[in-house]
């Protein structure tokens, strides 16, 4: 099984600020034949199901503002907002889905300084 | 646009089976390029996969929760289905149910998510 940890937990950024939000694979998520990186990450708002934000560890969704960027390869991933909006306040998970069960992480709850 | 609808009992016996339906909308669920599953996510705690799901019946199960799981498909219906046996306070949880794209033979993220169900287990 390829579990995911998040780091931090919880996060305070001030409005403008930028969040950055990792993610530790316990083995590699990079698939060699396509040299893609299996890694999601998702926004969870209070309430509202999970939205997904990047696939391939950093191609945007349609439609996801372009302050999220997402980074990194093999088992270490980040989550950047470049300037934090207060509709930013969310919790957020990465998930792998380079085979199953999926595993998501425990997810990293952002809040605004 | 494709929507997805969870339905069922927001509360369960301990001991009995929890029944969840998806009804898709929008959209085929007998497309080829598809799997569906099932998510859930206890009261402020992380998210879960459950199961997924092709048009033929192909499954794929959580082995935490193998022996108690089963997923469904009625492609007349445009429905899948879950049921869960010999439930405790531990399946407490929002239940949701998902699209999961495939590319031969390649997963891909869950793209589209029903809004969720709350189902209690109690006496």
């Known amino acids: 099984d390829i579990v995911m940890t998040q780091s931090p937990d919880s996060l305070a950024v001030s409005l403008g600020e930028r969040a950055t939000i990792n993610c530790k694979s316990s083995?590699?998520?990079?698939?060699?034949?396509?040299?893609?990186?299996?890694l999601a990450w998702y926004q969870q708002k209070p309430g509202q199901p999970p939205k997904l934000l990047i696939y391939w560890a950093s191609t945007r969704e349609s439609g996801v503002p372009d302050r999220f960027s997402g980074s990194g390869s093999g088992t270490d991933f980040t989550l950047t907002i470049s300037s934090l909006q207060a509709e930013d306040v969310a919790v957020y998970y990465c998930q792998q889905y380079y085979g199953t069960p999926f595993f998501f992480g425990q997810g990293t709850k952002l809040e605004i300084k | 646009q494709l929507q997805l609808q969870e339905s069922g009992p927001g509360l369960v016996k301990p001991s009995e089976t929890l029944s969840l339906t998806c009804t898709v909308s929008g959209g085929s669920i007998s497309s080829s390029t598809y799997y569906w599953g099932w998510i859930r996510q206890p009261p402020g705690k992380g998210l879960e996969w459950i199961a997924s799901?092709?048009?033929?019946?192909?499954?794929y199960y959580n082995p935490s929760l193998r022996g108690r799981v089963t997923i469904s498909v009625d492609t007349s219906k445009n429905q899948f289905s879950l049921k869960l046996s010999s439930v405790t306070a531990a399946d407490t949880a929002v239940y949701y149910c998902a699209r999961l794209p495939s590319d031969s033979g390649s997963w891909l993220p869950l793209d589209i998510w029903g809004q969720g169900t709350m189902v209690t287990v109690s006496s």
């Open positions: 799901i092709y048009y033929s019946g192909s499954t």
């Open positions: 083995q590699s998520v990079l698939y060699s034949s396509n040299n893609k990186n299996y």
